[in-house]
């Protein structure tokens, strides 16, 4: 009944070919009788559950899940600058529900394009601060040291840091990267060895690498 993680297409994508068979996504309706769990989502044993969830989680309502995932988030904390509508955004908010990030916080404009996290930010907390000022003062409050991502001159390789259980790992934009006043208010800078010729991956990728880093010093499995 259930099966590997699938992932949702775009709805627009036209078939290759008429004959072509469709690639079924999630699970069907659950077969009756149904169990006795409030967790679960009559609606979505009766018609189906298609979204992009870990088969653990087949058929239960969006806030059970979200309940379920709060009970284990882990205590780093993600943060990106959002001054010119960085279309990475999403995708970092994809990688921290992966992850299991304790909180995405976007700092500069409240709005940031959620396209890149394919829905996944209905299961992730989302913050929003106004300035680089307004973030620093929450992370001072609430005792997490703020470390930059960002290859700039001087950063330590984040594989070879000692990364803090409790932390907040902040991101720049493209194009511009850390801005000088986040840098400021950074305990250090890390940054992603890199061997080719590119300045630097994208920022959604970078967080990607970042998170892992902090996940294999605490979440791996023995
Ligand atoms: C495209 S980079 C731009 C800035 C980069 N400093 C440069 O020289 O071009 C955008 C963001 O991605 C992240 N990033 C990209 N490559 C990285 C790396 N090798 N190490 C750490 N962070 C990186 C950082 O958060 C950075 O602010």
Known sequence: MRRGLEVQPPAAVPSRSVTEPQ?????GPHPEPWPDDPRL????????????VVDGYRYWRREAIVADLDGRR??????????????????VVRNANAFLAAEVH?????????????????????????????FAGWAREAELPVL??????????IDAFELPRRCA???GQEGPGLSAEAR?????????????????????AASAVAMHEWVRRYAAAP
């Open 23 to 27: 690639r079924e996504v999630g699970v």
């Open 41 to 52: 989502d009559p609606e979505l044993l009766a018609g189906g559950d298609r979204r992009n």
């Open 74 to 91: 882990h205590p780093f904390h993600v943060a990106v600058e959002n001054w010119e509508h960085d279309l990475n955004i999403g995708t």
């Open 106 to 134: 976007v700092v500069g404009r409240r709005r940031w394009n959620r396209r890149g996290a394919m829905v996944t930010d209905r299961y992730q907390h989302v913050r929003h601060h106004a300035t680089l000022a307004a």
């Open 148 to 157: 930059g991502i960002d290859n700039l001159p001087g950063a330590v390789a």
């Open 169 to 171: 790992l902040l991101f």
């Open 184 to 204: 400021a208010l950074c305990e250090a800078v890390l940054a992603i060895r890199q061997f080719g010729s590119t300045r630097s991956i994208n920022a959604a």
